[in-house]
């Protein structure tokens, strides 16, 4: 039986990582043989929103952030994607720039599938083209989700929604039976769950108090997830 967290995460989790399943051989091999591999330093831009696609990126190891930016150089951080997940391929079907930016939340490597390889297999592969119109179809309610339950949470629900969150996230197999390590800036789960750092760092202060999270430096590690379930209002 899945987990309380596996099913809340569910309504909010993209499944790009499934793009090249049931994908024949061939085509397989093909992806595989034309993949460019890049290292990024965290804060490096992969992409940037009104570019235009010459392909589509997978994160091979590392964590990537697709965000929006708004004046003064604020961000909204609209989704993170971790090892395994494909990103930048809706812009490239659809032959529009890009509608978000993407970066490194930390050292990352990052592989490139030129456009000519993978829309090539594309129009030979029927599997492909079910399996992209389903990712499609379901990231669109997963955005629709996001934007639903944000707009009517308070700033403390969507901080312990977007905790929950980032836990899962990073979860590593070394990880699945132990405490995970939340590591991220300060700044970016401010992004993430839409506030000031300062309403960020009051709040977490008091979660803390309340022996929800543990605080390491930039590491939280969740304590009570069932409570920040119950606080996300997600029962």
């Known amino acids: 039986m899945k987990s309380t967290e596996e099913q809340i995460v569910k ?48 994160v091979k190891e590392g964590k990537i952030k697709k965000y929006k930016s708004y004046s003064e150089g604020k961000e909204q951080i609209i989704y993170i994607c971790t090892k395994g997940e494909f990103f930048g391929y809706s812009a490239m079907l659809s032959e529009e720039p890009y509608g978000d930016s993407s970066a490194a939340l930390e050292d990352s490597t990052v592989g490139y599938i030129p456009k000519e390889v993978f829309m090539k297999i594309l129009n030979r592969s029927s599997i492909l083209s079910l399996t992209l119109l389903k990712n499609l ?35 590593t197999d070394a990880s699945q039976d132990c405490c995970v390590e939340i590591v991220l800036p300060r700044e970016d789960l401010a992004n993430m769950v839409g506030t000031a750092v300062e309403t ?3 709040l977490l202060r008091q979660f803390k108090e309340e022996e929800l999270i543990e605080i390491k430096g930039r590491k939280i590690i969740l304590k009570n997830e069932k409570q920040l379930i119950k606080i996300a209002d997600l029962y």
């Open 11 to 58: 309504k909010f989790q993209f499944y790009s990582d499934s793009v090249l399943s049931g994908l024949a051989e061939e085509d397989r091999n093909e992806i595989e043989e034309n993949i460019r591999y890049r290292k990024y330093k965290a804060g490096k831009n992969i992409f940037i929103e009104g570019a235009y696609p010459s392909g589509i990126f997978y």
């Open 137 to 171: 179809s379901h990231e669109f309610g997963v955005m629709v989700n996001n934007v639903v339950t944000y707009a009517h949470r308070t700033v403390r629900e969507r901080v312990a929604l977007s905790l929950i969150l980032l836990n899962h996230k990073f979860k």
């Open 200 to 202: 960020l760092t009051r």
